[in-house]
């Protein structure tokens, strides 16, 4: 986690971007989410935002965001205006309003690639990088991102870290806690502890799709009814964890901007190799993936439990007896 | 056996012999914490041998989660567990979807083989439930007994948000729309409110348990708009409470 005191030279990001532009030119990645989520304020810059304005039936994590934010004053804003969430829109022109420098960046639906080097060009010129020092830096991250491979691999073939643990690991690798160099090193403090570890032996495998939660507790709550979540789809994909040559390959096969489609080949593929016995899919209150749930619902062969998040804070009575349910029903 | 369903709007007590139902108790919850129950350890403890029942004997407690209510003595069962064995005991039916219209909440449960294998719930907001229509009834000033006999002829009500269907039904009285029409409509938007979810899950027969089961108007705008056989359970309050018991039946006998 970046020190909040210390900004100049950090750039925040509204969702996943390509982050090896930004530590090409020398400048530390922060992912707003990151700071919103893990900040104990949490629930109180949501009111914050509502306060300055925000709807209150609007996305829980677009108001922590503006107010992560303003609270961040960060260099500058990479917003992706496609490829996440339409809100997004109305949140960069809020920040601008509040003199935040905004840089739009779009992943094409298409999933072109022409128009994805397009876009990851225009942020090159931005930061005045050349292609062979964020080839150099994307090189120089593949062994990271190899460690997350390795860790995820632990979570689901050998049983050895908790819920939270993957998704806390994977989910800090969209910005490698703004210092990739200290994520490693915790990575490979974490691993010499794991290893020495007794494989858990749950009796319910779940797969989680979707955003991450906003809720604190939710993966404690899961494995304290005897059930462990072996794939944390989102957060996976932010490790990036594929076989490619270039950054714009990359990107390419990142699922997450590209759609339901796109998201749902990968979800197939990674429940059959898991062997999992059920999926939670969590969308956000007010968000548009709640539409999404239908494809999911049709297109995947396991009970899926549907959950909603609004605000930040420890997983709801009503939410803990639906979990509850549904993983007794798997159980029995 | 006593079995215990800690609903939102009601307690509801069962207690058995022999499969033999030999008491039933309904309570309002509110007044029941405050008489039985008492807070400790972050959860409020509940102590039933106050109410007169036997003591030692197995008991079954559903309803809001152990992490919410902790009851001395009993073993708990989730609450969808419970619906689903209550009704497959009280109808022998083994495929079926259960529908259980509660006092703050719907479920919808899909039984084969006598187990649930998928359920939905509404989430998060009350306006598709029993409180709903109490609402609506004391806004039309009639009790929910009259209300009940309405189906046909259902003035269009479109809120989601069951505070501004309140507004909005005020408005429909002032344009003068008859109070059966009113009345009807208020049914039917119950039921366009879960009808999405009952389509998801759907199987030939319907069974319905929570209070809302004893609404004539509801099982019929159920069984028409949905074309399928509809069955109202004969004990729909004490359901959960029932699958309570024949749950704490099975699993004394094991041990």
């Known amino acids: ?332 | 056996m006593l079995g215990l369903d800690l609903g939102s709007r009601n307690v509801k007590i069962i207690e058995m012999h022999n499969f033999d139902i030999t008491a039933q108790l309904s309570f309002d919850t509110i007044e029941f914490y405050r008489s039985y129950g008492k807070t400790g350890q972050g959860s409020l403890r509940i102590d039933l041998s106050e109410l007169g029942f036997k003591r030692h004997q197995h008991m079954v407690a559903t309803g809001y989660g152990k992490v919410s209510v902790q009851v001395e003595g009993a073993i708990h069962l989730p609450e969808i567990q419970a619906h689903v064995k209550g009704a497959v005991y009280q109808t022998g039916y083994q495929d079926f979807t259960l529908l259980d219209i509660g006092g703050q909440d719907t479920k919808i449960v899909k039984v084969r083989g006598g187990r649930a294998v998928d359920f939905l719930t509404n989430d998060r907001c009350a306006a598709s439930s029993g409180r709903y229509l109490e609402n609506m009834a004391a806004v039309l000033g009639i009790s929910l007994q009259e209300l009940s006999g309405y189906s046909l002829h259902p003035v269009e009500l479109n809120s989601t948000c069951a505070i501004f269907g309140e507004t909005e039904m005020i408005g429909k009285i002032v344009e003068g729309v008859p109070l059966a029409e009113l009345a009807a409509g208020i049914n039917y938007s119950l039921y366009r409110r879960f009808a999405g979810m009952l389509e998801r899950l759907a199987s030939d027969v319907i069974v319905v348990s929570g209070g809302v089961a004893r609404n004539e108007a509801m099982i019929n705008i159920i069984a028409r708009e949905s074309g399928r056989q509809v069955m109202q359970l004969p004990q729909a309050q004490f359901n959960g409470a029932i699958g309570a018991c024949i749950y704490g039946y099975e699993k004394f006998k094991q041990e």
């Open chain 1, 1 to 332: 986690m970046i020190d909040l005191g210390k900004t100049m030279n950090t750039i925040g990001f509204t969702t996943s971007i390509p982050v090896e532009i930004i530590l090409a030119a020398g400048k530390t990645p922060v992912d707003l989410n990151n700071i919103f989520i893990t900040s104990d304020l949490a629930g109180q810059w949501v009111d914050k935002a509502e306060e300055a304005g925000y709807p209150r039936n609007s996305c829980g994590w677009i108001k922590g965001l503006y107010t992560a934010c303003l609270q961040t004053e960060p260099e500058a804003v990479i917003a992706v205006m496609q490829g996440d969430c339409s809100n997004t829109q109305a949140l960069m022109e809020t920040m601008q309003l509040r003199g935040i420098t905004i840089f739009p960046f779009a992943y094409p639906y298409d999933r072109s690639a022409d128009m994805l080097k397009h876009e990851i060009e225009k942020l090159m010129r931005i930061f005045n990088v050349g292609w062979a020092e964020v080839e150099k830096v994307r090189q120089d991250l593949l062994p990271v991102r190899q460690l997350c491979q390795e860790l995820d691999r632990l979570s689901w073939q050998e049983n050895r870290l908790t819920s939270w643990e993957n998704h806390y690991y994977l989910v800090s690798s969209s910005d490698f806690n703004g210092d990739p160099q200290k994520y490693t090193e915790e990575l490979k403090n974490f691993f010499a502890g794991v290893k020495k570890r007794k494989p858990f032996k749950q009796k319910v495998r779940l797969a989680y799709i979707g955003v991450p939660p906003i809720f604190t507790d939710l993966y404690q709550f899961i494995e304290s009814l005897d059930a462990r979540v072996v794939y944390n789809e989102i957060q996976r994909q932010f490790s990036m964890p594929f076989d490619c040559q270039n950054l714009v390959d990359q990107y390419q096969q990142y699922t997450y901007p590209y759609g339901a489609y796109a998201r749902l080949e990968d979800i197939k593929e990674q429940i059959r190799l898991r062997q999992v016995d059920g999926i939670i899919h969590y969308t956000q209150t007010f968000c548009f993936r709640q539409i999404e749930d239908i494809i999911f619902r049709e297109k995947l062969d396991l009970p899926i439990l549907t959950m909603e998040g609004d605000k930040p804070g420890q997983v709801d009575a009503r939410s803990k007896m639906r979990i509850e349910a549904f993983i007794n029903m798997l159980k029995y």
